[in-house]
């Protein structure tokens, strides 16, 4: 179950220019909090209507006495520039703003708000104060239209607020010979998360005291009870579970101010021989409880892992984007059968870090060990100190492939990519699958290749590219690349090609 992830408690503040009529504000924000509600949405309405910036300062103690941490400031006439654009200065956490549609032509004097004119001017302030604040695509509406704008708000609110009180931990250097995961961390802390850098040592020292902990036995049973058919190795799971709780206790003891936490982690080559294991199965399991871990100390990945949790309240998983799809197997299970073409395909891999509720509940999913490691670690023989990994297909579905990354000069950039999981077996180890993302070819040689991303990115399950979208303009990213369709070509692409 997601627990490491913020509950957001939403309220809604109305505005009226002084000139226009007062109650019409207040009628229609009470119109968008009854249709919040028909769709199951909790939004405490502030009573105070704000015309001026001593009712500004009075709405946002208001909402902030109720506990809000997320805020619709809604337009419900063309309201008063200043006042409105300082609630989202005041209140300090993430701000939508909406304006109310005109109701009916037969009352275009006395009821005509003119909010479609007022949100110009707000966004200018907006801009001038320079204010974060989430506008919707068309930020114009009737009640039920706000309603469905404030649905679409929560995720992006959520990751927000995540990100605000975050902090990565990390054991050991970043790998030698993956440069591609060693960006600098200046752009984290330009958007407000917390780093907390450690050596492999102090993991291996904190190991070592939970040597006998009582919960270990308790752990171990848990493990077991989830593998199922799937626990291979039995005399493996209290190593396992002796590291999750080092790992769990280290996060509660280590989280300082911040009140979430995520884990960058060193898990190869020095690992398997001190620990006696590999770490992906415990990896996996605190990415299902909303605590991803990034493989090989890929501090972005592990934040990107944490945006898509927090958006989706859901489990999600960290891949190498890994090879291309055989043709022989193309043609034989894919041709024909989905409308993708073998470019558009491609592989998705890691060593065993997918949680289980996202991996195929087949003979062939289960606890097992790293075989690539195993060749150099234990010269391909029986293994022992490779084991650890959790392999399976992993389940087919929408998804959303994407990652939040520094560049060398610590400016922020991301890309976002919707598409599928194909059903189709893949013949391989890892916990792996055969992804499809239309022009995927275009989008792998014009993103990924020609901006500099690393081989790893972020899977979230379902199709989430608006929300991260929302969530990435409001963080500031300045460019959030995404396939572009066939006839959009992108800035480095050749039109001879």
Known sequence: MIQNI????????????????????????????????KRGISIFEAKTTVE???????????????????????????GPETPETLIARYFGGPVMFAAAAEETGKDLING??????????????????????????????????????????????????????????TFGPRPQD???????????????????????????????????????????????????????????LPRMAQFELTLLDWAEAHRGARDYVAYANKCWPAFPKEFGFVPCYVNSRLASRGIPVGCEVDIYGAMSEYIGACISGDAVTLLDINNSVPEDLYSQDIK????????????????????????????????????????????????DVTRGTLEGDI??????????QSNADTTLQAYIAQGEVLPVATHSFGGIGVFAIPEMGRFYRHVLVARHYPHHGAVVFGKYGKVLHTVFSYLGVPDIAFNQPRGMLYPTENPFA
């Open 178 to 236: 993956f440069f591609a995961c060693n960006a600098p961390i200046q752009g984290l802390y330009n958007l407000g998360v917390e780093i907390e850098e450690n050596s492999e040592l102090d993991l291996l020292v904190s190991y070592k005291e939970h040597k006998d902990d009582k919960r270990i036995a308790g752990t171990a049973q848990s493990m077991a009870d989830e593998l199922g058919e799937g626990n291979r190795f039995p005399d493996l």
């Open 52 to 78: 001026n910036e001593k009712d500004m300062l009075k709405s946002v103690e208001e909402v902030k006495k109720a506990g809000c941490n997320a805020l619709v400031v809604f337009l419900g006439n063309f």
């Open 395 to 404: 389940v087919p579905g929408d998804i959303t492939f994407y990652r939040l």
């Open 336 to 383: 024909g059968k989905y409308d993708y073409t073998l470019r558009d395909v491609f592989m998705g891999f890691h060593c065993g870090n997918t949680p289980f509720c996202k991996l195929k509940k087949e003979k062939n999913t289960a606890l097992k060990y790293q075989l690539i490691m195993n060749r150099t670690v234990e010269n391909g023989g029986k293994p």
């Open 112 to 169: 005509r708000g003119d909010a479609y004119c007022g949100m110009l001017n707000c966004s200018y302030n907006l801009g001038l104060r320079k204010i974060k604040a989430v506008i919707p695509e068309y930020p114009v509406g009737s009640a039920e239209d706000i309603a469905a704008m404030v649905e679409d708000f929560i995720p992006a609110a959520r990751a927000i607020l995540g990100l605000s009180r975050l902090k990565i931990i």
């Open 6 to 37: 913020p509950e957001v408690k939403l309220g809604i503040i109305a505005v009226s220019r002084d000139c226009f009529v007062l109650s019409l504000s207040e009628t229609r924000r009470a119109a968008v909090a009854a249709a919040c509600a």
